[in-house]
């Protein structure tokens, strides 16, 4: 069955320090990615996507995230972390021709000073 | 407004009542999707609108869930007689168009926190 998984529910970083954000997923093709992240009472906001290409790819607020193949994964990255950065993230899918979107359970991100 | 809007944000109701659920969409935007996120887990798909049509309601989890959509605009999903199960939070999207050729970018309301008493 296709599928999206976030390994890590919970991960703690302190303000400054790299962040990595895992995401697997499970389909036939190579399916479009996403990543998107949810802060406390809003909607969910893109952070980046990715079809095809480049298997790097920049997104908003500093964050990138690599594409691949081989391990059917799709990580997200910053540097450097900043106490804004706390919140909810979640890697998803575009399933079919309807734009569904399947979504990872997501990760949650506590950040410390 | 600039975003997709949604209405109530949170809404308390008892078990059996019937509750409705509004999502306004990004004026322009033709794809309307509706997922469910409860406690803990991630987005489920519920239902997506082209225009005024529901191509695919797939992700609906029952009988007592169904939505509408007029004029290419708003948005309701009603849900019938209440269970406690139904307790989540409910998001809207919008896309500018859909399926494939909208790339997946999806905008998103706020959410409507549902809980079931």
């Known amino acids: 069955a296709q599928s999206v998984t976030q390994p890590d529910i919970h991960i703690t970083v302190s303000e400054g320090a790299s962040l990595e954000l895992r995401c697997n997923y499970s389909y036939g093709a190579t399916p479009y990615l996403f990543w998107y992240v949810q802060s406390p009472g809003q909607g969910l906001q893109l952070l980046l996507k990715?079809?095809?290409?480049?298997?790097l790819v920049q997104g908003i607020k500093g964050f990138e995230a690599e594409f691949k193949r081989s391990q059917s994964s799709f990580n997200l990255r910053k540097p450097s972390v900043h106490w804004s950065d706390a919140a909810e993230y979640f890697c998803?899918?575009?399933?079919?021709?309807?734009?569904?979107?399947?979504f990872g359970a997501g990760t949650q991100v506590v950040v410390t000073p | 407004g600039a975003g997709v809007s949604q209405s109530p944000s949170n809404k308390v109701t008892e078990k059996g009542k019937d509750v409705e659920l509004r999502c306004d969409p990004i004026?322009?935007?033709?794809?309307l999707y509706w997922y469910r996120q409860r406690l803990g887990q991630g987005l489920e798909f519920l239902i997506y609108f082209q225009g005024n049509s529901a191509p695919d309601k797939s992700g609906l989890p029952s009988d007592r869930f169904s939505a509408e959509r007029t004029g290419e605009s708003v948005s309701t999903l009603t849900i019938q007689r209440t269970q406690q199960e139904d307790s989540a939070v409910y998001l809207c999207?919008?896309?500018?168009?859909?399926?494939?050729?909208?790339?997946?970018?999806?905008?998103f309301g706020p959410g409507t926190r549902l809980t079931v008493t």
């Open positions: 004026s322009g935007h033709t794809a």
């Open positions: 998803a899918a575009l399933t079919d021709s309807w734009g569904k979107l399947q």
């Open positions: 990715y079809f095809s290409g480049d298997t």
């Open positions: 999207a919008s896309s500018l168009v859909g399926g494939v050729r909208g790339m997946g970018e999806q905008y």
